[in-house]
């Protein structure tokens, strides 16, 4: 069953009103992958050697980096990606499917909505590499990060099956 989204709200404060977006953007990643089976959310019908489960994965540990890792400066590794291994995020491994791939995605997402809930979102952070940032930057470049990848699970799965939509 695909993922049941819920719109943005129109009216809302700052708050409401980002969370919802990247709420929604995220929802529609997984929508975009449900109903496929390993095999076709694995493949890579395009000439980039990104998968729709890929990018999925990809997007888990995004959100992971730019929550846990930098805003609530939890010390933890990268998910999947090393110095030796950058591209793991992209990489589908074979004890993964689109259930346990969706399921981590979910639960990194929540506990990004549980890290932001404790930050305004003028807090202020060191972002590793001497910049600093704020909150509210974390949540737009994340609402950026997923519409784009969104935008790119739209092209692989119309390539795929033939689904198209919002």
Known sequence: MPEE?????????????????LDFLRATAIMKVAGLDKVLASSRPARSAVSPLGVVKHLTQVEHAWFAQRLDDTGEPLLFSTTDDPDADFRIEPAET??????RYREVCERSRQILARHDLDDRFDDGRGEVMDA????????????????HLDILREELDGSTGE
Do not use: K, N, S, Y
């Open 5 to 21: 989204r819920v719109g943005a709200p129109t009216i809302a404060d700052e708050r409401a009103a980002l969370a919802g977006c």
């Open 98 to 103: 689109v259930e346990t791939v969706t399921a």
């Open 136 to 151: 509210r930057w974390v949540v737009i470049h994340m609402i950026q990060e997923t519409a784009r990848h969104v935008g």
